[in-house]
């Protein structure tokens, strides 16, 4: 009796614990009885968008709109197409999304936006940035809205370059000798903070050396990493990885201002809104070092032949969920966020705004120097709606990670090629 | 299915104490109550056959139907889904990726099986053999590691593990005296798995412990005594006395232990987020995500879950053929 007793209960306790398992997804969306009033659901990536922004479109929208609520979620970057897929197929759909501006296309091209004709005119019409239009737009009609993009500038600690006689290179190959030199006077410092996740900080090498990342002949992509140009510009990350950066081989590249505050870094290329992060107050959620302000430096990457380098042109797009309950009071919020007074807050904050006329909101400091050198000579990832697959496979973050233990450049690019021709073509 | 019938039996009857009371009103339950106590077992089950029909059954059927078509993220959105026979499988067992992904599960479950066995049964030991005190102190810290959701857990680890800031790598320097800074513990697939275990292990422990300590009450006492005047030595003890009690507590326990480490998930896509390679690295559920919903291919990955179905239900076959015989005892 006793046996079965336990048997009983073990059951029961795996029962138990199954269901638990599977209750955890339901969230407690409370989607609005009419119309009229409800509560919109904004997700927002990461802590790119400033708090002050943030406060504006909460406060605008329910002013605009009394009796409804505007809540934002913060959604991680990491995971976010998978995220944006279930989530956008459920019925317990957000009502607007943000999404990065290479992922846009996977999800314009599969009909999970509503398209935004009928605003194109009221949102900024032909002064919304066309590189993003063109990432949020699919056979012709935009469906994800340009957000805000940013340039990825480096910066610096301008005592640990003094000290070592250095000055603030001109090529790239000054950059990395710069790093190295840097590295080898400071043991335990990155010259170079070069995690081995971060797949975007090497393609300026790749592209400065001729390379692509991949080629399109009609309905066909090629992925070119193993051209002669693009290994070249490969063994120079790895040359950068290996001598140049002590950060972890297989980190990623989230909160990069951690190191850099903790003073084992000495040149960070990350994107340009990163300088509200390091200088965050030291009390906040996520402490920077406003302290090290004076010691502060930045500059565009540059170039194999001077001038700024080809970096990569981050940035988001905004949409409106094809299933949200509430199109209307979703599209209006995100009107909001293409105001002009909301795209100036993204402006004072570094970010580059989503219209070319707010372009000076940047200021004139040397952040927004180096910003508009830097975004003049930006690239964007290959243009196929398969290219979110290939980031969201996680394969070009196990290359770089590879390249950084010091792998075999030449066959793992080759390796390389044949996954992201896979997934390109499929 | 008999023990439900029992349980009926016993409550309709006013409870165990009135139990042996029962052959004497057999004249009057006789036909009269038989019929309609025939349909209570089934009756009694409808409700949680609905709920698994709802829960696990619908979705089932869905991957089965999509393992056979061309499902990809615009299907997600309502694009219709052509049937592709069984191209979705014969992609699947042709990839050499999918057979080391099965492999690397297999292996990497072995080793948490015997791992959380031999330690949860060593602590089960442990507590039979402690005073109350003790006993409750153990019950308490195993409580807790089974309390802790799994992908906190694992983000806990994670940072005592991280290369720049991690405790493990501070701790080991201090104590080792070698130089253990940014010493990665993920880049390398074995020793990514070591950590994984670890964090396995270390949630898997208290079930085994509890459930094995439970058992342990069933051992008589006398038996124990009478072969330890006999010589018998620890071991002794437990390989010829407590063992073979428990026989079928420990087959049970391993065969729940195998299906939870086989298709374990939160752990390894926790830490893969953390640090190493992901291709090196992925189990069946962590593939079958990728494949899913990294990449878009709905269809693809539902191919690699029915096959991951069909070993689990073959498991479980084992497991509920051990239930039942446990309860025709």
Not at chain 1, 139 to 154: E, K, N
Not at chain 1, 235 to 244: D, F, G, P, R, S
Not at chain 1, 375 to 400: C, H, I, R, Y
Request: glycine content about 10%.
């Amino acid at each position: 009796m006793r046996k079965t007793t336990l048997a009983v209960t073990a059951l029961g306790v795996t029962a138990a614990l199954a269901l638990a398992g599977c209750a955890g997804g339901s969230g407690s969306g409370d989607s609005g009885s009419g119309d009229d009033t409800a509560d919109i659901r904004v997700w927002l990536n990461g802590t790119d968008t400033p708090d002050a922004a943030r406060e504006y479109l909460k406060t605008t929208f329910e002013a605009d709109h009394p009796g409804s609520t505007l809540t934002i979620e913060e959604q991680s970057w990491t995971g976010l197409v998978d995220k944006l897929t279930t989530n956008l197929s459920g019925s317990d759909s957000p009502d607007v999304v943000e999404v990065g501006n290479t992922q846009a296309a996977a999800f314009t091209s599969a009909g999970a936006f509503l398209p935004l004709t009928d605003v194109y005119d009221a949102i900024g019409g032909d002064d919304l940035l066309p590189g993003f239009v063109e990432a949020g737009s699919y056979d012709g009609t935009l469906y994800a809205a340009p957000y805000y993009s940013g340039a990825r500038l480096v910066f610096y600690k301008k005592d640990l370059l003094a000290n070592a006689g250095l000055s603030v290179p001109t090529t790239l190959d000054e950059y990395v000798s710069n790093g190295i030199a840097l590295a080898e006077a400071n043991p335990g410092v990155s010259g170079i903070y070069f995690p081995g996740q971060d797949w975007y900080n090497a393609l300026p090498y790749i592209w400065e050396a001729g390379g692509e990342i991949a080629e399109q002949d009609g309905d066909t992509w090629t992925s070119t990493f193993s051209s002669p140009e693009s290994i070249e510009g490969l063994k120079q990350v790895q040359e950068v990885m290996t001598k140049a950066s002590v950060a972890a081989k297989d980190g990623n590249e989230t909160d990069p201002q951690v190191p850099f505050c903790e003073g084992v870094v000495a040149n960070l290329s990350a994107p340009s809104w990163l300088k509200g992060s390091i200088l965050a107050p030291a009390d906040a959620d996520a402490p920077g070092c406003p302290d090290q302000e004076p010691n502060l430096g930045v500059y565009a990457l540059p170039g194999a032949d001077g001038g700024a380098a080809h970096v990569f042109a981050g940035g988001s797009n905004i949409a409106v969920a094809a299933k949200s309950a509430h199109p209307e009071l979703a599209t209006d919020a995100l009107e909001i966020m293409l105001s002009d007074e909301y795209q100036s807050i993204l402006g004072e904050n570094g970010l580059v705004p989503a219209k070319l006329s707010l372009a000076d909101t940047l200021g004139t400091d040397e952040v927004a120097t180096a910003i508009a050198e830097a975004a003049a000579n930006s690239k964007l990832t290959p243009a196929s709606p398969k290219w979110a697959d290939v980031e969201a496979s996680g394969a070009l973050q196990d290359f770089f990670v590879s390249i950084a233990q010091g792998g075999d450049v030449a066959a793992l690019a080759a390796d390389l090629d044949e996954k992201i021709d896979g997934i390109l073509n499929s | 299915m008999t023990s439900s019938v029992m349980l009926v039996r016993e409550h309709e009857s006013g409870g165990v104490q009135e139990l042996p009371l029962a052959p004497k009103k057999n004249g009057k339950r006789g036909p009269s109550r038989a019929r309609p106590g025939r349909f209570t077992p089934g009756v009694l089950l409808l409700p949680a056959l609905l709920i698994l029909a709802v829960v696990i059954g619908w979705p089932l059927i869905q991957l089965f139907v999509m393992s056979f078509q061309e499902f990809g993220r615009a299907q997600v959105f309502g694009a219709p889904a052509p049937f592709i026979g069984f191209d979705n499988y014969a992609r699947v067992l042709g990839d050499p990726q999918f057979w080391a992904v099965l492999a690397r599960s297999v292996l990497f479950c072995l080793a948490n099986v015997i791992a959380a066995m031999v330690i949860g049964t060593l602590v089960a030991l442990l507590m039979n053999r402690v005073n109350r005190f003790f006993k409750v102190l153990v019950s308490v810290g195993l409580l807790l590691a089974w309390a802790m959701p799994a992908l906190t857990a694992t983000i806990v680890w994670g940072w005592m593990f991280d290369t720049q800031y991690g405790v493990v790598n501070y701790l080991l320097e201090a104590v080792s005296g070698q130089d253990y800074t940014n010493h990665s513990w993920l880049i390398d697939p074995f020793s990514f798995f070591v950590v994984a275990t670890i964090i396995v292990t270390w949630g898997a422990v208290p079930f085994v412990a509890f459930t094995i300590f439970a058992g342990l009450t069933q051992v008589p006492e006398e038996v124990l005594e009478a072969s330890q005047l006999d010589g018998a030595g620890a071991w002794q003890r437990f390989r010829l006395i407590v063992f073979p009690y428990l026989r079928s507590i420990f087959v049970v326990v391993v065969i729940l232990q195998v299906i939870w480490d086989l298709r374990v998930f939160t752990q390894i896509f926790a830490l893969q987020g953390i640090g190493g390679i992901k291709e090196e690295t992925s189990t069946l559920g962590v593939y079958i995500y990728q494949t899913s919903l990294g990449q878009g291919d709905y269809g693809t990955g539902g191919a690699i879950a029915v096959i991951m179905v069909i070993l689990m239900v073959a498991i479980s076959v084992l497991y509920v053929r051990r239930s039942l015989k446990e309860e025709e005892q």
